[in-house]
């Protein structure tokens, strides 16, 4: 098959399938000829923040030199972004050789009986055989959804596992609680890995402290007292880490979203436990400053933004990072069903200044339809509430008529990634 048939393929593979338990996906690397037994992997999960601290963790790796391979989720333009090795992604070349060697695993299994893996099983499957045959030395993946049950949880001795911050988000899948939600994350707690998580609400904490404590192994909190935000300048966020294997550095992100020293934080202690004295902080910082992660608060143009947030939390971590200007702000949104817009328009209504709303459709059936979003943010706005279906439109629209505002797009990694996509041909 050619790259467009391999896509194709992989996208229809939810037709056809469900989701099959951990024993299964063990099967299945067993067909692929167990590519993960080599592989030094830094396992993450949590709700908002894992994508970022996947890829700090890949740079510093990097910085000291080892060959790293990356698992993320979901893509917002190419099914290629979710595997990369080397800091790149793989090539469509490289992608249909993977996929046909996955392919041919599969087939044999389903001979032998086995159900076909799912969407997501499929594509990590391939990332572990691209790692493989790469020879990766260390690979970071990030889970897709939840934990205890996730693909990635198949690999049973990875090298350390990280938490980010938990919120209310999947509940369909992972329970109506914060409690159950950090309970299914600490799911991927192992036996004597160490593990380091990022300080949440008392009722998560807790979950994770008790799964880490009957797993028998060492656990590290890191709270937001292990660095300070120093302030945003030039379109960088600073700030510094009170202790001594730091120093007095001033640390810096490409990116001005006040939740991200945080995961750099939890990313960076995860490689000081790893590294300790070994470890060259000061490539960490020439590299994390350098380090742009599309689609999280990313300046696709000046002064337009868009962001991947998609649930209450991270939209309530968007609202903190939004700067009290004088210019003025658009806010250009859309979300898909299954997720709590109304809260997040409300949210969005009460914490950021805007001069008016652009509200659209995402294609496909998980869309909202614009016009219940005009009604949901009219319900907690009296600003002007503009419906446009087209999301090219919309943005369109919202850039056409910003004069000197910001224009900040969210509610989606899909909005993210097709705003991303039409940006050039629109302006």
Known sequence: MNYEESVNYILEIPRFTKKNDLD?????????????????VLHVAGTNG?????????????????????????HLIKMNERIAVGGRQISDEG?????????????RMEKDGFAHPTFFEFLFGMAMLAFARSDVE??????????????????????????TSIGMDHMEYLGN?????????????????????????????????????????????????AYEILGIEDKHIAFSCPNAYYGNTTWKLNNIAVCQPGNAVLAME????LFGEKGHPGRWRGVLADLKWEGRMEEILPDVYIDGAHNVSAVEAFSRSVPADDKGNIILFSAVQDKNYEEMAACLCRNVQADFYVVTTIPGSRGVDAGILEKTFKRYTDRPVIV????????????SNRGERTVYCLGSLYLAGMIREFIQEVV
């Open 388 to 399: 446009i279906g087209s999301v090219r439109e919309a943005l369109r629209y919202a850039l």
């Open 24 to 40: 299964h996906t063990r099967a299945f690397l067993d067909y692929l000829g167990r590519p993960q037994e080599n592989l030094k």
């Open 177 to 225: 609680s914060i409690e159950k939600i950090a309970s299914e994350k600490a799911g991927i707690i192992k036996r004597d890995v160490p593990l380091f998580y990022a300080s949440g609400s008392p009722e998560s904490d807790r979950v994770i402290r008790e799964a880490a404590k009957k797993q028998h192994t060492f656990c590290k909190k890191i709270g937001k007292d």
């Open 50 to 74: 894992k994508g970022s601290v996947c890829v700090y963790l890949d740079a510093m790796l990097r910085s000291e030199g080892k060959h790293t391979g990356l698992f993320t989720s979901p």
């Open 138 to 163: 260390y690979a970071v993946l990030e889970t897709g959804l939840g934990g205890r049950f996730d693909a990635t949880n198949s690999v049973d001795h990875p090298l350390v596992s990280v938490i």
């Open 270 to 273: 995860t490689m000081r436990y």
């Open 95 to 107: 992608f249909c050789r993977i996929f046909e060697e996955t392919l041919k695993s599969v087939r």
